[in-house]
């Protein structure tokens, strides 16, 4: 896809306050690389190819294998991935594709016995964050392939 309109030009402070939610999930102490995976899920289940490439050359950056990274969209059927990894990508997935049901009680059960209700919390907004960026990107459009490593911490820590 191609950038359609620049909304961070059109709507900074918008844009300030999903960078204010990235600060905040950043500050939680969940792993980043928990969060690297959590955020790769959602944007693939998203469809969003343009935070598929960034968070794929993050988590690259960060040291993860390229095997866990071609893994995420299949993981159930992998050995790859911890108790606490799949728990949260259940969860993101859970809350990404929120339908009629919501989000079943056993999983969020599971999901709580896994992280504790603080770090549930802390998960769930990586989660919100993540889909609010691929609506944009998906819906405003991104130039894929643009992304160099870092960049989004380098924005986030300014």
């Given at each position: 896809?191609?950038?359609r309109?620049?909304?961070?030009?059109?709507?900074?402070?918008?844009?300030?306050?999903?960078?204010?939610?990235?600060?905040?999930?950043?500050?939680?102490?969940?792993?980043?690389s928990?969060?690297?995976?959590?955020?790769?899920?959602?944007?693939?289940?998203?469809?969003?190819?343009?935070?598929v490439?960034?968070?794929?050359?993050?988590?690259?950056?960060?040291?993860?294998?390229?095997?866990?990274?071609?893994?995420?969209?299949?993981?159930?059927?992998?050995?790859?991935?911890?108790?606490?990894?799949?728990?949260?990508?259940?969860?993101?997935?859970?809350v990404?594709?929120?339908?009629?049901?919501?989000?079943?009680d056993?999983?969020?059960?599971?999901?709580?016995?896994?992280?504790?209700?603080?770090?549930?919390?802390?998960?769930?907004?990586?989660?919100?964050?993540?889909?609010?960026?691929n609506?944009?990107?998906i819906?405003?459009?991104?130039?894929?392939?643009?992304?160099?490593?870092?960049?989004?911490?380098?924005?986030?820590?300014?």
């Amino acid at each position: 896809m191609t950038r359609r309109i620049a909304f961070e030009e059109i709507a900074p402070e918008g844009v300030q306050r999903i960078l204010d939610l990235e600060r905040y999930v950043r500050s939680t102490g969940l792993e980043p690389s928990l969060l690297e995976l959590v955020r790769l899920a959602a944007s693939y289940r998203n469809g969003c190819a343009y935070c598929v490439d960034m968070h794929t050359k993050d988590a690259r950056e960060r040291g993860e294998t390229e095997q866990r990274l071609y893994a995420v969209p299949v993981w159930r059927e992998t050995p790859f991935f911890s108790a606490r990894e799949r728990a949260a990508l259940a969860w993101a997935e859970a809350v990404t594709e929120l339908g009629p049901e919501g989000v079943p009680d056993a999983l969020y059960a599971d999901t709580l016995e896994a992280f504790g209700a603080e770090d549930l919390v802390s998960l769930t907004f990586a989660v919100v964050a993540i889909n609010c960026w691929n609506r944009l990107a998906i819906a405003l459009g991104a130039d894929v392939g643009s992304y160099e490593p870092g960049q989004l911490a380098r924005v986030q820590s300014g």
